[in-house]
């Protein structure tokens, strides 16, 4: 009787709560490795900038070594906690590695984040599984990954805020706000904003009021030199820098620019499945507890979605050369309203868990399926391409003539050509040294003397714009590479491909060209 009675105890006391915690811990583990999967199907996942990325890498080791003059090491600038991480993930694995290594790192560091706070608030897992698919968002296919690391960030934030305030939650508020500038600065904004909201439940205690408020102040300092020095460097150039509104709060509701804005990043209909069981999900969940909704609905966890929304239907789409800006906190938007509401009522647990496995498993083998697709029809001869350029080359042209993916959307081809600089050492036509707002940017006085902006408008290319390289990377089809492989200063290294590099021949003989180099003609006309 007495070990019977011990046993029913242990069973009441303790059961439960390991059955959940044992149930949370299954489905991050779940959602972790089948988010992990799509990287083993392509070398070089879909995220436009992420090439650029690494080249800041080869930049800093410039600044630092090589050429110190050429280039300044903007050491306080929102943004650089990026390249710490890829600096670590170099420590470890060759170059060619750090690109993926660092994305895989942040879907880990989504789900981790997402389960975390779902665990933390007693929320349901199988939202949460559900919210770590909006990792693969559009940020992420562009490659926007500091901002995608400053939303997983912000959420462990927004856990720390809700615990009462102490000297050492003064402290720990003030290490996530600066972790939050070190991921991006539009989440320190979002993070400070928050905070001084938040600072306003102890009212009308003044004294909590301006402790919590003091800790947004040596960030803030921060923020505000960045902004001015950032503003006045974009003032100078011809880039609009202002706050622009390209699109009306009703275009922003439309189906279309929701999935787009939710996920964006697959060609087809898997991504407008996806948010249709994702969506249903949150209507079931409304209607099966319309009778207890205000009990089971997560009120902070509810207000942080309602104060994404706004951000997303009322904020501008464009600032300081900074795209998609309203749109990117939508995903994040949609994580949190997913985890403060409660699951579907009435429906078996083992029911919710499958349909969330589910749809998770559909969604990794589409995503999986066209990475792979996209690697092995439309970026053949890349690898064969950048294996081809020699180590501390010159200067590297991209000609990005194929600017659109059929398996993904955006413009994944943009900055493959950074890859050059990243694992070459080449001097590239564009590179985010050019903004300012990276680890590493140009001197004052540099300048380019090619056309601009040819890393879009290929097209726009000279002959004599392919004089000052050594090397151009072309991404196009065969009647173009005919073209240039025709040209008399082209000599084609790598003759097979979409992707193909050609080496530039300044010294043609006459006797030899029929068809001497005229710089400043378009090799379109």
Known sequence: MPVAGIGIQLNLSFGRPFMTYTKYTLLMLVAGICLSLPF???????????????????????????????????????????????????????IEWAGRLLALFIVITWVGSIFWIARARNRPAESALLASLLVFNFCFYWGFLNFQLGAALFLLFFLQLLRPLSFSGWGANLGWL??????????????????????????????????????????????????????????????????????????????????????????????????????????????????????????????????????????????????????????????????????????????????????????????????????????????????????????????????????????????????????????LNFSFAEHGSSLVSYAPDWHSSWTGGLEWYPERVTAGDLCQFDYVLINAESAAHDHYAGLPYLRALTPEGRWRLYAVQRNVSPQKSAEPVACGRRLTD
Do not use: M
């Open 40 to 94: 083993l199907a392509t070398s070089y996942p879909p995220a436009t900038d992420l090439p650029q990325h690494l080249s800041q890498l080869h930049l800093f080791d410039q600044a630092l070594n090589a050429r110190p003059g050429a280039y300044e090491i903007n050491w306080l600038a929102p943004g650089n906690l990026i390249y710490l991480l890829l600096f670590l993930i170099e420590l470890v694995v060759p």
């Open 178 to 427: 600066l972790l939050l500038y070190a991921s991006h600065s539009f989440w320190f904004l979002a993070g400070a904003t928050v905070l001084a909201l938040s600072a306003f439940r102890d009212w009308p205690d003044f004294r909590q009021i301006a402790l919590r408020l003091s800790v947004i102040i040596l960030p803030g300092l921060l923020a505000v030199a960045w902004f001015v020095a950032i503003e006045q460097d974009r003032g100078a150039t011809a880039v609009n820098a202002s706050l622009q509104w390209l699109t009306t709060p009703g275009e922003r509701l439309l189906p279309a620019y929701l999935v787009d804005a939710v996920f964006g990043g697959v060609q087809g209909a898997l991504e407008p499945f996806v948010a249709a069981c994702i969506f249903c999900w949150l209507l079931l969940a409304l209607v099966t507890n319309r009778g207890n909704l205000r009990a089971s609905v997560d009120q902070p966890l509810f207000l942080l979605a309602c104060f994404f929304a706004a951000i997303v239907f009322l904020a501008p789409d464009r600032y300081l050369n900074s795209i998609f800006l309203a749109r990117r906190f939508t995903p994040t938007a949609v994580v949190l309203l997913l985890l403060a509401l409660p699951a579907p009522a009435r429906v078996n647990a083992w029911l919710r868990g499958g349909y969330s496995v589910a749809v998770l498993l559909l969604f990794v083998t589409g995503t999986a399926f066209s990475w792979h697709k996209y690697e092995r029809s439309e970026l053949t001869g890349l690898e064969e391409a950048l294996d081809a350029i020699p180590a501390g080359a010159g200067g590297l042209l991209g000609l990005e003539y194929i600017k659109d993916s059929t398996y993904i959307k955006g413009r994944p081809f943009l900055q493959l050509f950074s890859y050059g600089q990243a694992y070459r050492g080449a001097e």
